[in-house]
């Protein structure tokens, strides 16, 4: 077993202290947009709609904009249990891929034969959400900036040129090094069309107004208890502040236990850290470079992601991703100084010329891991309801994506999305507990081991590659 670059090139434990020192628990995009963000009321009795969205996410805002739009005449409600986008949605690393996928590798492990057709429909994707945004004038801070995807290890430099995008460009050390200056840059590559940059929270909130302007009616603070409905009857949402009647009800509620019993183990839920610095100064960001301001991330199966803000503050997250024993959602979860401190020394390995740089918000946000690491797509009462979950992280662009696919499927419409086999096909669930801790953290161990080894993969992740299973962030 051989030590990383993180290991062998430790900052001095001051540095890290010093980063965190008076660094508060929340999440920055979040308070940056709560003096802002509308407020909806909470549902206000019994009421009967055309078409309700459970889930004030992503997925959920996409999908009622759409409802709306396609039939102006119906009413449309969104559910929301807390606030509109609290949790994931607003959360996470603020970037926006083409990938619908969870990158190319596994679509290409998945459905080989239609990965050209993914990768299009991806960026047919992120193309389309850049025209809405253009269109109705979102304040969301979007810039296609493209993703750089780094080597930091020897055994790392050998995948570059693996990827079949011909958009892919491979960069070796000197090239690397003349977008981001990093000593432990060892090589990359750059795909411009793959990544856009953006604020989710500001995302969350516009969407929410301009549902909220083209007729959805929005309630926050109204958690849906139970889903109940027949062959024929209306679907029947219960809440404590009175029942919604729909003739169709979408559910977008991520990692949130399904409202439909048999999607219950396809979702597990996997805590993913972040920081955020204070912004740099022109000295210091003169100091990295990072001129494109690409969306970056490196190759490592524990790997980071990064990215710089429009007020040049630079969001340092992932490496560890934790299921916690018994798969619960617990705020506490988010308060682990264990993970923050190593993302911090991780940061400072990369970026030793920012040594002194304070870290202002440090937080966490929870992963709807599918064992597929993909969004799939379920249903029940003959199409009247339609369910999405398992982005697994990588759900900012591919929750436009599946909007579509639910909104296809509510028409019964028959489209080149709905025919894809990662459409029509629904992945394995995991096990109930124990199992799921035990298979879960032994996985983390196995990618652990294969970070250190190489990234030769052992009996066990190569058992779960041939099954189609396993573990990502």
């Known amino acids: 077993m051989h030590s990383t670059i993180f290991e062998t090139n430790r900052p001095a434990a001051k540095i890290v202290d010093e980063s965190l020192a008076g660094t508060k628990l929340g999440c920055f995009w979040i308070d940056d947009v709560a003096d802002s963000a509308a407020k909806y009321p909470p549902l206000a009795g019994d009421t009967r709609v055309d078409d309700a969205v459970v889930g004030g996410g992503f997925a959920g805002l996409w999908t009622a904009i759409k409802l709306k739009t396609e039939h102006p ?21 603020g970037f926006c891929e083409a990938s619908i996928t969870h990158g190319e590798p596994n679509a290409e492990s998945r459905w080989p034969d239609q990965t050209g057709t993914l990768r299009r429909l991806g960026y047919e994707n992120l193309d389309a959400m850049e025209a809405f945004f253009e269109e109705h004038k979102l304040d969301v801070d979007f810039e296609r900036t493209g993703q750089l995807s780094v080597a930091n290890e020897p055994y790392q430099v050998e995948w570059l040129g693996e990827s079949a995008d011909p958009h892919v460009v491979t960069l070796d050390q000197a090239e690397v090094q003349a977008r981001i200056k990093s000593p432990t840059f060892l090589g990359g590559g750059f795909s411009p069309k793959e990544n856009a940059n953006l604020h989710p929270a500001k995302l969350a909130a ?6 909220a302007e083209i007729g959805v009616e929005i309630h926050e603070r109204t958690p849906v208890k139970r889903l109940e409905g027949g062959a024929d009857a209306p679907i029947r949402l219960e809440t404590d502040h009175g029942a919604v009647t729909a003739e169709r009800v979408a559910l977008c509620t991520n990692v949130f236990p399904s409202l439909l019993k048999r999607y219950r183990f396809h979702t597990v839920p996997v805590y993913d850290y972040v920081l955020m610095t204070e912004p740099l100064t022109d000295e210091q960001l003169a100091s990295i470079g990072w001129d494109g301001r690409e969306g970056l991330a490196d190759m490592a199966n524990q790997f980071h992601y990064s990215r710089l803000t429009k007020d040049n503050r ?34 400072f390995t990369t970026f030793p010329q920012l040594a ?15 064992t597929r690491f993909c969004a799939f797509f379920g249903q029940a009462y003959g199409g009247r309801v339609q369910y999405v979950a398992g982005f697994t992280g990588l759900g900012v662009g591919a929750t436009h994506f599946a909007a579509d696919v639910l909104v296809d499927r509510f028409e019964g419409r028959v489209t080149e999305r709905t025919e894809l086999e990662m459409v029509q096909d629904i992945p394995l669930p995991f096990p ?15 990618l652990d081991r294969a970070d250190h080894n190489g990234g030769k993969r052992n009996a066990l992740l190569k058992t ?4 189609g299973l396993g573990f990502d962030s």
């Not at 002194?356 to 709807?368: C, E, N, P, Q």
């Open 314 to 347: 630079i969001l340092w997250g992932g490496y560890d991703a934790v299921y916690f024993s018994g798969g619960k959602i617990k705020p506490e979860y988010e308060d682990r100084m264990e993970s923050h401190r190593k993302l911090a020394s991780h940061f």
């Open 356 to 370: 002194g740089l304070k870290f202002t918000h440090r937080w966490a946000g929870v992963i709807d891991t599918s």
């Open 73 to 93: 005449e119906r009413r449309v409600v969104l559910l929301e249990a807390v606030r509109i986008g609290w949790a994931a949605s607003g959360r996470n690393g």
């Open 464 to 467: 779960l590659d041939a099954l």
């Open 432 to 446: 109930p507990e124990p199992a799921a801790s035990i298979g879960i953290n032994l996985t983390r161990w196995a």
């Open 206 to 211: 516009e969407l929410a107004r301009h549902a």
